[in-house]
């Protein structure tokens, strides 16, 4: 808690209004010496409460307390024994939200596809956001509608990939019920807001057409032309399919794809992000820290690590190996140890890792193994620092890896 005084010394208060939601009204409050309490919203939707208080034994004295609104409620829930039903959707990233502002300083890339998606968004140009699985399409897709809407307007999700043709149909048009009344869809729930198709690629193909219909002329398929209205909804649409190459193959309408595709986003895989790594380290270490007695603290060795990991699963797999790491933390002597079990390429669709070495290979069978055991060997050395580590990681002897690495080097 800060006094007023204190805090005019230590930061320029209007530097901040273009950062924060809200921080107008609370200076406006400051200004006018009254007591109160406003929400600010910062970078990456994270939520304050801002109360403003009186010195009552020294006039012209003010204070102003600023809590965290989400590590305030798991405390409340907490102190009177509330169980939290949100546990499990917090700790998978859906309350840790990306800090954007910080992003687009770390990575130029980030920055460049974010300001075009505002742009895109603020034009009223529908946008599909591309990347493999895990590199976080949704979070860019909500980042991007918050740029125009207000709290008020809907941020309608449809998950493509998640019913069967007949119920993705009713989901998004709608249906009639049998007392002759109709149940709106969701394109008519995003009336006024954003409307993001998620996994686009697997939309049916009889829903296909009736999309575009949607798409050309604002009409949804159970209205009247004389009673039609255009619908005015913001479209998002993300994947992680290549959609020019369905188009190719007669799956998905090259019309559509047009239509959806006004501005492409392609997200980089974390992989080539790597100045990110350290930074997500420390988003989800301050989640999972709030739900932890003793603070959890990622070694730099191992920060250095991560940084130099594939991550086939990109920001999602990320989050998966420090929510492990805070399970086993408190078990283990040696935390690189704990990377051994996590750090396991697999290969996940739409990523490069599992046909790199076959992309190259010469149909000489002896070489190519030797080649792959010492592109393997020398991956272990990276991650675990030494060839003992390696060899323990690999599950050969010391000596196994010292000959193989003298091999390669002769």
């Known amino acids: 808690m800060l006094g007023l005084a204190e805090w005019t010394e230590s930061c320029a208060l209007t530097d901040l209004e273009a950062e924060v939601d809200g921080w107008k009204a609370l200076l406006s409050a400051v200004a006018k010496g009254r007591r109160a309490d406003l929400g600010l919203r910062g970078a990456g939707g994270r939520l304050l409460l801002a109360t403003l208080m009186r010195e009552p034994e020294v006039d012209h004295v003010q204070w102003i307390l600023l809590r965290d609104v989400e590590a305030f409620e798991f405390r409340c829930d907490r102190s009177f024994g509330r169980k939290d039903t949100n546990n499990v959707r917090f700790l998978s990233g859906e309350r840790t939200r990306p800090d ?24 009223g140009a529908r946008i599909l956001i591309t990347g493999e699985s895990g590199v976080g399409k949704s979070e860019i897709a909500w980042f991007l509608h918050s740029a125009t809407a207000d709290a008020r ?21 709608g249906r009639e019920e049998r007392d002759d009344r109709r149940r709106p869809g969701l394109i008519e729930q995003a009336e006024g807001g954003t409307l993001f198709l998620d996994e686009v690629g697997e939309i049916p193909r009889s829903t296909q057409a009736k999309l575009l219909g949607f798409l050309e002329d604002g009409r949804l398929p159970h209205m009247a032309a004389a009673s039609s209205r255009p619908s005015h909804v913001r479209v998002i649409s993300a994947t992680n399919r290549d959609l020019r190459q369905m188009v190719r193959d007669g799956r998905f309408r090259a019309d559509l794809y047009f239509r959806l595709a006004i501005i492409g986003l392609h997200v980089p895989p974390l992989r080539d992000l790597t100045p990110l790594v350290s930074h997500l380290i420390d988003r989800f270490s301050q989640t999972i820290n709030q739900r932890r007695h003793t603070p959890m603290i990622i070694p730099q060795r191992v920060r250095e690590i991560l940084t130099d990991y594939s991550f086939p699963g990109n920001i999602r797999e990320l989050l998966n190996i420090i929510q492990r790491i805070a399970i086993f933390l408190d078990d283990a002597d040696d935390l690189e140890e704990i990377l051994t079990d996590l750090l396991v390429p697999i290969d996940v669709p739409g990523t490069d890792n599992a046909s790199e070495l076959v992309a190259t290979a010469t149909l000489d069978l002896r070489s190519e193994v030797k080649r792959f055991e010492r592109a393997l060997i020398d991956k272990a050395i990276r991650i675990h620092g030494s060839k003992r580590k390696a060899a323990k990681a690999l599950g050969v002897d010391i000596g196994t890896v010292v000959r193989k690495t003298a091999e390669a080097s002769d």
């Open 153 to 173: 307007d809907p941020f309608i999700v449809v998950n493509c990939a998640s019913s069967s043709e007949v119920q993705f149909d009713a989901l998004l048009f």
């Open 100 to 123: 954007f502002a910080t992003q687009r300083q770390l990575c130029p890339e980030i920055n460049v596809l974010l300001s075009r998606g505002e742009r895109a968004i603020r034009q």
